[in-house]
């Protein structure tokens, strides 16, 4: 099996967008019957009354890594082919920051934003908004940042990469990172999150 | 022990699998495949005899004009020949270094060589070291030379050629080549001077790479 498919030539590219349509469908579809379209679940999180975000994203992040690893293991996907973003640390921390405050503000991640603009939710539709005016803004003072955003490249890196260890041993830390989480996430619901009166 | 998972609460035993799979990841070794080399003598000899291997002159000449920058165009000669010409937004890397040079195997790489024979080779090498997307360049830069950059139209050309040379002639300008029109094949080498490196002007062809295709979310 050629796994990426689309990189092996599977399908082309019009095929793709419908591939994508789909899934994005899907994605949506689920993050909306998870209760991620609802901005106070998702800000729950940061008062330790629900966790629920941060469970589903490093389970999904788990789910992902494990299958990889052992499709590309097996050799039945060719893991260079996928795509890694580059990394610029500095203008990433704080885009990381600024996307932070955001989401603690005002309760969504861009793409729970669009599940909860569609669910018509009216402080989904101008949180969407603002992504686009964002956006926007962004392109327009490119020329301006573009110093900044380009700066202290890292290239297309992976921590196991970064930290020298072999990958398998990586997905092993990952695996119980998100374990341990998982036990404390669980635990601070419980000490933690009741201490505070959701409003 | 026996009885032991099965009474487990759904998010334990994830949890579990999780743990276990993370465990034998440990041993299970490197996702990345590594210098080993695999070539599917089958498949190659298909995507050959398909033509599937190679993009011809025209076509190049067309993604370069339209500023394509899905690709990355490799000059396989020499530096000098290099500085002497070579076709825009090509990148320089002599055979030799082919095996050092940054490439990522889900880029489209076109590969020309001075014939055919050193982009073939080179196509086979990168085919084999796991690059998908590998195309050469057919007939090379000779053909190039004939096709792009001084394109002939014989005195008794057909009517479809007269248009297919118009066309081309455009093309050829683009890149700073000069269109040929009547005259014997002696004359016409005999006029030929490779463009300037600067002729076909930077605005309209791009450096691959620049305006790379963004991936990811």
């Known amino acids: 099996m050629n796994i990426p498919f689309f990189k092996y030539g599977l399908f082309g590219d019009d095929v793709s967008l419908v591939i994508a349509f789909i899934i994005g469908i899907g994605f949506g579809f689920f993050l909306e019957r998870g209760g991620f379209g609802n901005g106070r679940k998702l800000a729950a999180q940061f008062y330790f009354n629900d966790l629920t975000v941060f469970k589903v994203m490093f389970t999904a992040i788990i789910t992902a890594m494990v299958g990889i690893y052992y499709l590309s293991v097996i050799g039945w996907m060719d893991l260079s082919l996928v795509y890694v973003s580059p990394t610029y640390i500095v203008p990433q921390t704080i885009g990381g920051l600024v996307l932070g405050f955001g989401f603690v503000i005002g309760g969504y991640c861009p793409g729970t934003s669009c599940v909860s603009a569609v669910t018509g939710k009216i402080d989904g539709m101008v949180y969407l908004l603002g992504i686009v005016v964002g956006i926007f803004v962004f392109g327009e003072i490119y020329p301006l940042v573009s110093n900044f955003y380009n700066s202290t490249p890292m290239g297309q890196i992976t921590l196991s990469q970064l930290f020298n260890i072999p990958y398998g041993i990586l997905v092993f830390a990952v695996v119980l990172m998100a374990i341990g989480g998982f036990a404390a996430a669980e635990w601070a619901e419980k000490k933690l999150g009741n201490k505070i009166v959701e409003p | ?10 998010n334990k035993k994830l949890a579990l699998i999780a743990f276990v799979l993370g ?24 995507i050959i005899d398909k033509q599937a291997d190679h993009v011809s002159s025209e076509e190049l000449a067309d993604w370069i004009v339209q500023g394509k920058s899905d690709f990355k165009l490799l000059d396989l000669r020499t530096e000098r020949e290099f500085n002497e010409y070579h076709i825009p937004s090509a990148e320089l890397v002599p055979m030799t270094e082919l095996n050092e040079y940054p490439l990522l195997r889900n880029e489209k790489l076109v590969l020309y060589s001075e014939g055919g024979i050193h982009s073939a080779q080179a196509w086979m090498l990168l085919r084999a070291k796991g690059y998908k997307a590998v195309y050469m360049l057919f007939g090379g830069l000779e053909e190039w030379t004939d096709k792009i950059l001084f394109p002939k139209l014989a005195q008794n050309a057909t009517p479809d050629q007269t248009a297919a040379f118009e066309k081309m002639k455009e093309v050829s300008k683009f890149f700073g080549g000069s269109p040929q029109v009547g005259g014997t094949a002696e004359e016409i080498s005999a006029k030929k001077l490779m463009p300037k490196l600067e002729m076909p002007s930077g605005t309209s062809a791009p450096t691959a790479g620049k305006k790379k295709k963004k991936e990811g979310c």
């Open chain 2, 1 to 10: 022990m026996k009885n032991y998972f099965p009474k487990l609460s759904m």
């Open chain 2, 23 to 46: 465990l034998i990841a440990v041993f299970a070794g490197n996702p990345y495949r590594g210098n080993s080399v695999t070539m599917d003598a089958k498949e190659l000899a298909l």
